[in-house]
């Protein structure tokens, strides 16, 4: 949140207890809430089955490009992004408006060869495919998905991009991890390797949408540890591929130290939500995180001014930088590295401000 630079422009969040200065980081923009899968898992059943207007996604990325001039990453999803009516003119929107480094989650049903000469032809410094698979077997991928051949198709799109050798052409496999299948990760990795995939994203299931009541989907505190320490040991082994998790608890097993600290700066490692991202459904409706179904605001119809104003005085933003945490965080030495996940307290007992269930320290 602290930056050197001068030509940076601040959010400026006054609380409480102390005055912030905000560099906004990677945001995330759910561009349609249209999809054609089922999964199992799934929060889209809960969303509006509405395309973002155009005008809207771009107002949204020069609001976030006004105050984060030096780190312009932009992840697009939906439910199913690449089922926007106006697809590529959005993609051509965001390169134009300023997005160098973009993510691109999707399920791979709808990734062509044309589609890909279209993504190259835009030049990004970097655009990642981020494609979910949640198995290695094909069966159980279909199944969890909700889809017919499902497997064949996302497996297809990361050999079809990973063929395309291409650096600034990113396969990526995304894949849902839960307490039955927390085994299995060596063999997904293993598979994403085969398929020439440059980064793998691991990550558990979330209190929300159709997961609320499965309750064999969510992990323990023991297994969540045990899931992350996995990820350590696979990106040891897989060193040429980027192994990696948004789970904020990642800090307690990577053994970083609390990071300089001071009066005038904090350092953040772990979520990231409400302070330097957030996220915007399809709706309009932006949230702290897309896991994190508590509204901040409404973008459509305001201005870039009237947004800024609004994320400046918002109460979510300035209870997540004050970091008055309950339970065991409040007086953990690693909230401010970590800061626990809030949509999992949210979940899990009601309270945004609440200790990590899946904490176990």
Not at 56 to 67: Q, S
Not at 213 to 237: A, D, H, P, R, V
Not at 272 to 294: E, H, I, Q, R, Y
Not at 320 to 339: A, E, P, V
Request: aromatic share 8%; with cysteine; charged share 25%.
């Amino acid at each position: 949140m602290h930056c050197c630079n001068k030509k940076v422009r601040y959010l400026e969040v006054e609380t409480e207890s102390a005055m912030y200065d905000i560099e906004l980081g990677p945001i995330q923009i759910e561009i349609t809430g249209r999809c054609n899968m089922n999964c199992a898992h799934c929060r889209a059943s809960d969303m509006l089955k509405k395309d973002m207007p155009f005008d809207e996604i771009l107002k949204i990325v020069k609001f976030a490009r006004l105050y984060s001039p030096n780190y312009k990453e932009i992840t697009i999803s939906g439910g199913e992004p690449l089922l926007h009516k106006e697809f590529r003119r959005v993609i051509c929107g965001l390169r134009e408006n300023g997005a160098d480094y973009l993510t691109i989650t999707t399920n791979g049903s709808l990734i062509t060869e044309d589609l890909l000469d279209f993504f190259e032809s835009l030049k990004f410094e970097r655009m990642m495919l981020s494609v979910s698979v949640d198995s290695t077997e094909p069966e159980k991928h279909d199944t969890f998905r909700g889809y017919d051949n499902a497997f064949d198709k996302a497996t297809s799109a990361l050999r079809m991009i990973a063929s395309r050798k291409n650096e600034r052409l990113v396969p990526s496999m995304k894949t849902v991890v839960m307490p039955d299948t927390i085994g299995e990760m060596a063999a997904r990795v293993s598979l994403a390797n085969d398929f020439g995939c440059k980064r793998v994203s691991f990550t558990s299931v979330i209190y929300s949408g159709k997961a609320k009541n499965e309750s064999e989907m969510w992990m323990t505190s023991g297994q969540k540890k045990q899931f992350l320490e996995n990820i350590y040991c696979l990106k040891k082994e897989y060193p040429y591929i980027n192994v990696t998790t948004n789970d904020p608890l990642k800090c307690l097993i990577r053994k970083v130290s609390d990071g300089p600290t001071s009066d005038s700066e904090i350092v953040m490692d772990g979520c990231p939500a409400a302070t330097v991202s957030f996220n915007v459904n399809s709706d309009g409706k932006m949230t702290p995180c897309p896991l994190l179904d508590v509204p901040m605001m409404n973008t459509f119809e305001l201005t870039i001014e009237e947004i800024a104003e609004k994320y400046r005085n918002n109460e979510i933003t300035k209870m997540f930088l004050d970091m008055n945490l309950h339970g065991k965080c409040s007086s953990c030495s690693k909230k401010y590295l970590c800061c626990g996940c809030r949509a999992r307290a949210f979940a899990y007992n009601g309270d945004i401000m609440g200790e990590d269930p899946e904490c176990w320290i």
